[in-house]
């Protein structure tokens, strides 16, 4: 079967082939074959006498993540809603890099930021982390409030896009 | 002092260091109690107290710093004594009082003693009293921005702002200029409001480069003290230790003299009671900076305890107790060296930002020469309500390289998946060169390792291995197939069972081995 994934952000079309616990999987012209097995959580497998295991994980935001030698690596299937970065560019938005607390909102829609600005204050594990504009620009919405617990990649505010 | 035997104590703490003090109780047949709060009811450290009584209210870390009901859970277990742990209430001196005052053990300093060290303020007037040199600082009222200001120029750049009541790394910012002035103190004065109620700010020269370089000490509570060596704690990032070794990288035999009466002088001119930690700064030049007292036990005394021998929770249940020290207690050298790495949920590629999530699988090392400190286990969750910390993973080696060796060989047995950790970087930190050649300084993680480590690391999108692209179309694969079958696939596989594949420690996709 073909299959499109986006692998850390990198698009791959593979062929997958299946039989019992063989498999193989192709690219362009390369392909690697072995054996597999699936635990429910866990995929081990076995290529050219290594084994491998890779533990397979939903993340929070409903990604799949495998997680390979305590790397994470994020796989996006084609054919599903992509994950949560939506269609603004990074230099849109200001998003949370942590799951924290919102302790400051410095800036209200329509104010005049500059790039550096500090424009939302948030706390984690007590540590404040001030989130500043990624360029100079227009607050086009904020969805911050403070006090409020935010999710990890959480847009906090976002500019108007750049004419 | 109370000389009644304790047989019974209440662990006002949770996480690693809750765990570790109950091995010491129940090695010693002592009854343990644990305190927890509802999102706690599983955690390790009630399991492995004999007894566990829940703490109430809506916030989970309140509920660790309520003292009414730390010390009514203790009265109504019958504890004889409290042992406090690090962070949460162990250096309030209204605890302590609040402990002793229900005719309970306090296994840690006065009450009047936490108040004194405890302030750093006091702290440092205490040290110039008893003759140690302090870092240059200013400790005026920080209100008075004008006097702040003239303060900042004459101390000059780069400076500290520190809270007054902080200590862990916490309630500390640097500034390098006077434009970060007004935000730098207003910003410490929040944070240090928050993390230990108290407003009070002070400021102080950065001096660097510098070491870190702190002494274990203990005192009898009438002035007598003992020093248990010195730990090196110099690898940091935004002041939170990551590495941490005893003895110093490079403390020769006539600076550990110097230090270690440093600290015995501090600890016997406030007749000190029970085990603390005198900090000190060292410059290039090979003189000492009194930076603060640690009035409680430290994240990092495993290894001391490595090199020493000595158990330093049992010590302080023997000076509560009035048992007297061993005439030997202070050892005439370190054996050997050890080396501790701090393995936390956070992310070493977003400065070190913490990271929360349930933790899918987790494998600790272990056998001969490597000690594991841990506080959570698979399928537990790092919340935000706490520390990230996921363990301490502490070698010994009959010298620095061989402890660094082991140390090496314990983190590529160490596995974690379901929340990012620090484990790749600690894997680096552990093999670099100038850590290697005990060049050490406390700026050199933020100014070149971590730097390098991160552009090292960029991922280059045609250097993916296709056994990874395999396993990423094998992983969708099986992921689509079990949402078809109705399944999900778990957020955490939460099991110690090694997996499809048995002992696969030191097997990298993509081949290789790693170091």
Redesign the interface.
Known sequence: MK?T?R????R?E?T?A?HGTT?R?G?DD?H?E?T????????????AG???????????GGQ?E????????V?E?EGRASGPSGSARDSDTLAT?????V?RVNVAKGDAVTEGQTLVVV???????GLTAPRDGVVASVDAVPGV?VA?GAVLVALEPMS | MPSRPITTVLIANRGEIAVRIARTLRARGVRSVAVHHAVDRDALHVQACDVAVELTGDDPRAAYLDMAQVVAAATRANADAIHPGYGFLSEQSRFAAAVEAAGIVFLGPRPETLEAVGDKKSAREAARNAGLPVAPGWEGDALDRAAASAAATTLGFPLLIKAVSGGGGKGMRTIHSLAELDEGLAGTAREALASFGNAAVYMERRLEPVRHVEVQFLGDGKGRAWHLLERECSLQRRHQKVLEEAPGARVDAALRARLTSAAKAIAAAVKYRGVGTAEFLVDEAGAFYFLEINARIQVEHPVTELVTGRDIVAIQLDLAAGVPMPDDLEPAAPRGHAVEARLYAEDPAHDFLPQSGPIAFLRLPSGPDVRVDAGVRAGDAIGLDFDPMIAKITAWGPDRGAAFARLRAALAETEVAGVVTNLPFLRALAADAAVLAGDLSTTMIERTIAPAWRAARKPAAAMQPDSLIAAAALASFEAATALRLGATVATSSATDDPGPWAALAGFRLGGGEDA
Do not use: Y
């Open positions: 299959k994934i692998l850390d952000g990198n791959h593979v997958l299946l498999f999987v690219e390369r690697i072995g597999r097995r699936w635990d429910g959580s866990r995929l081990g497998l076995e290529i290594m084994r491998t295991q890779a533990h397979v994980v939903r993340g929070a799949l495998i997680w390979i030698d305590s790397d994470r690596h796989v299937e890099p942590m799951p924290a607390k302790v706390e984690s594990m007590k540590m404040e982390l617990l990890a």
